[in-house]
């Protein structure tokens, strides 16, 4: 018995293109870095200038985010991703997309209420200390009391999908061994 391989249905699943991958990886360090920001303002006395320093820190990178984030939905759009394996069940499928619509929706609203923030608040936005952002808002405090609560719900809500997303991967990787997880590895051809 032969068995014939058809060079055009791959035995593995594709992985994603070098510009997908450069932009998860670069995205997931980026928020990393943006959440240990956050996370150090509160404790931080305003005194030593530190605060501030953290508050630019978190405020443009998270503004770097939000254009990263814009120019991958375009890139998805325009670029779309590899089929999922045929191993996957319809609803394990549909749950991934789900998660990913998500992410990209949550990657967009978190940095935005941020601004809206900032900015309805009164407070100046700088980007990394080289430009001004202008604030396209009135002073209000009803609005920037809800910009933050809106931000710190995205943040427990991304917290959320991150752990499943990891959990997910995981999974594929060291229980079910398709392919999933190596599709998005940096170093991965397709």
């Known amino acids: 018995m032969q068995i014939i391989v058809d060079p055009v249905t791959p035995l ?5 293109d070098r510009v ?3 932009l998860h990886w670069l995205i997931a360090g980026l928020a990393v870095v943006i959440v240990s920001l956050g996370w150090a303002i509160p404790g931080t006395a305003r005194e030593t200038g530190s605060r501030d320093l953290l508050l630019l820190g978190h405020r443009s990178l998270g503004l770097l ?10 890139w998805r759009w325009t670029h779309p991703p590899p089929p999922l394996p045929p191993s996957l069940m319809r609803i394990e ?6 998660t990913h619509g998500l992410f990209y929706l949550f990657f967009v609203i978190m940095p935005l209420s941020g ?8 407070h100046s936005i700088s980007l990394f200390g080289l430009a001004e952002i202008p604030s396209v808002l009135l002073e209000d405090n009803r609005v920037s ?3 933050i609560a809106v931000h710190l719900t995205c943040q427990f809500l991304i917290y959320a999908f991150v752990a499943l997303h990891v959990v997910a991967a995981l999974t594929h990787w060291i229980v079910r061994r398709d392919g999933v997880f190596e599709r998005m590895l940096p170093l991965r051809d397709r």
């Open 12 to 16: 593995e699943p594709l992985a994603y």
């Open 20 to 22: 997908a991958r450069g």
């Open 65 to 74: 985010l939000l254009a990263l984030m814009l120019f991958r939905g375009f």
């Open 93 to 98: 499928a549909l749950a991934a997309r789900a």
């Open 115 to 122: 601004y809206v923030n900032a900015a309805a608040a009164g």
């Open 145 to 147: 009391q809800a910009a």
